[in-house]
């Protein structure tokens, strides 16, 4: 089963900010926190990933807790093509373990 | 980056037949491929994983021998829907990772099974 909880959908503006929530509250201190995306109809896109520090690089920005239970993805100006649906997954960093994906955010960015 | 090509991106078939999807890792060495499944407004449900040169290992519930996966080389695995039904058609994407990689994943395959 999936180690992660996202809320099944959300809204956003086009021109303003995502923030899409994650909790992992069984999260290993070893194992670390992806994002992936799925548009309609693709293969997932790899998004970010960070184990207990904030990430951020040209896509979006990763913030986790300090009690690393939870994190939030944020997208700071969500355009329409940012519609997708949202997975968090957590993983050990490095080797070949599976990915298993839960049910994922439907962000749906309107104009 | 590393890019992964899957193929057929769409095919039809008829109940009975068996077809084929290749993945391929364009760029880099997939020691470990993977095998998803993904039904209309479901989630990606793991079917198997694959490294090269050894069986592949199927998750609880999936058949073994309707689903043949080949993992010959470190840039290809197959994916083989045998005797395919109806309730065959979904949409399988594959995903490769190799050492210093991350995971990439096809274009997915939308399969219909008439």
């Known amino acids: 089963d999936a180690k992660t909880t996202q809320p099944p959908s959300m809204d956003c503006a086009e021109g303003r900010a995502a923030n899409l929530p994650c909790n992992h509250s069984?999260?290993?201190?070893?194992?670390?926190v992806y994002w992936y995306r799925q548009i309609h109809s693709q293969g997932p896109q790899y998004i970010i990933h960070?184990?207990?520090n904030n990430e951020t690089n040209e896509m979006a920005s990763l913030i986790i807790t300090e009690d690393r239970k939870s994190s939030t993805l944020i997208l700071p100006h969500a355009t329409l093509r940012d519609t997708a649906v949202y997975y968090c997954?957590?993983?050990?960093?490095?080797?070949?373990?599976?990915?298993?994906f839960g049910t994922g955010t439907r962000l749906q960015v309107f104009p | 980056g590393a890019v992964v090509s899957q193929h057929p991106s769409r095919v039809i078939c008829k109940s009975g037949t068996s077809v084929k999807i290749e993945c391929r890792s364009l760029?880099?060495?997939?020691?470990?491929m993977f095998w998803y499944r993904q039904f209309p407004k479901q989630s990606l449900m793991l079917m198997a994983t694959?490294?090269?040169?050894?069986?592949?290992?199927?998750e609880q519930g999936v058949e073994k021998d309707k689903f043949l996966i080949n993992h010959a080389s470190l840039t290809l695995s197959t994916l083989t829907v045998t005797s395919a039904h109806p309730e065959d058609s979904s949409f399988y994407i594959c995903?490769?990772?190799?050492?210093?990689?991350?995971?990439?994943f096809g274009s997915g395959t939308r399969l219909t099974v008439v």
């Open positions: 960070g184990l207990k």
């Open positions: 995903s490769a990772t190799g050492s210093n990689y991350g995971y990439t």
């Open positions: 997954i957590v993983r050990v960093a490095g080797g070949t373990d599976k990915l298993i």
């Open positions: 694959s490294n090269e040169g050894s069986k592949a290992t199927y």
């Open positions: 760029d880099f060495q997939a020691t470990t």
């Open positions: 069984t999260i290993s201190g070893n194992e670390y």
